[in-house]
C-alpha cells in the first residue's frame, strides 16, 4: 500500500517504513506528524482518490533536522565589474512513514429509480384551428 501527500508545496509517494526528507516541519525528534487530507492511496483493491479518501492519513515520526546541499549563487553583469557569490543550504525534516490509514468510504446507496416525466398535454382541437381561420 502507498500513499501520495503534499507537504512543503511539493509531493511525495511513500509505503509504511519509507524514511524522507521534506521541507522543515515544526516539532521535536520523536513527535508524530499526521499528513492529511491524502491526494491518492493505492491498495489491494485499488487506487483510490477525492471524496473516497475522506479520514485517511498518514503518520510519521520525525527523525531530526538536516541540511540539504549548499546551493551556489553566482550573480554577474558584464562590463560593469559586478559580482556577487553566495550559498544556500536549506533546513529539512526527516521524518520515518509509520503508518498509512486508509478508511474507505461507505458505499454511496443507490437513488430509487426515476418516475418517468408525463407526457406534454395536447393543444386542443380548437386551437390548432384558430390560427388557420384568422389567416383566411
Not at 65 to 78: E, G, L
Not at 94 to 120: G, H, L, M
Amino acid at each position: 500500500m502507498y500513499a501520495v501527500i503534499k507537504t512543503g508545496g511539493k509531493q511525495h509517494k511513500v509505503k509504511s517504513g519509507d524514511t524522507i526528507r521534506v521541507e522543515l516541519l515544526e516539532g521535536e525528534p520523536g513527535d508524530k506528524v499526521t499528513f492529511e487530507p491524502l491526494l491518492v492511496v493505492d491498495d489491494a483493491g485499488g487506487t483510490h482518490v477525492g471524496k473516497a479518501l475522506a479520514g485517511s492519513t498518514v503518520t510519521a515520526v520525525l527523525e531530526g533536522v538536516r541540511k540539504a546541499d549548499k546551493i551556489q549563487v553566482f550573480k554577474y553583469k558584464p562590463k560593469t565589474g559586478y559580482k556577487r557569490k553566495t550559498g544556500h543550504r536549506q533546513k529539512l525534516s526527516e521524518i520515518t512513514i509509520e503508518d498509512i490509514a486508509f478508511k474507505p468510504k461507505a458505499a454511496a446507496k443507490p437513488k430509487a429509480a426515476a418516475k418517468p416525466k408525463a407526457e406534454p398535454k395536447e393543444a386542443p382541437a380548437d386551437a390548432t384551428e384558430a390560427p388557420a381561420e384568422a389567416a383566411e
